[in-house]
Structure formats: structure tokens, C-alpha cells
């Protein structure tokens, strides 16, 4: 039976590794809520313009702002779940 783990400290630089992947981010999540505000001013624009190719841009561009939020704030968890259904294989 062959019994590997992950090793943190194998590889020289993997802390700076950890530190340069913890700043891309905050990056994302910073550029994640300066997308909603902008889809959704765009949406403003387009709902009292009546102009709907305006407004639904704006409400796409909300919702991929929030999902890119969602996948930045949870690709910790996400990864480590799927480890451990790895490791049930």
C-alpha cells in the first residue's frame, strides 16, 4: 500500500508560492466587485434609457461578476473537496 501526502515544504519557494497565489486573490476578488458595480451602473443606464441590450448587458455582467466572486472566495474549499473525493477512489 503506497501512502503519499502533500508536502509543503519539498520544493524550495512553495511559501512564496502560497503568499503569490493568496495576492492573485484578493486581485480577483478586488476586480470582482469593480465589475458589479460597473455591470450594474450599466444596468441603471440601460433600464431608465430604455434601452434593453443596455440592461441585460448589465445584468449578465452582474451575474459574472458574482460568479467569478464565488469561484475566487471558494477555490480553497473547492479544491480540497475535491482532494478528498480523490482520495476515496
Known sequence: MIDIDPNGTGLPG???????????????????VLALIIS??????????????LASRGKLGVL???GAAIICGAAVTLINFFWGVGQTV
Open 14 to 32: 512553495i511559501e512564496q508560492l502560497r503568499v503569490i497565489v493568496g495576492a492573485v486573490m484578493t486581485v480577483g476578488l478586488i476586480l470582482s
Open 40 to 53: 450594474a451602473i450599466v444596468w441603471g443606464f440601460g433600464a431608465n434609457s430604455s434601452n434593453p441590450h
Open 64 to 66: 459574472v461578476s458574482c
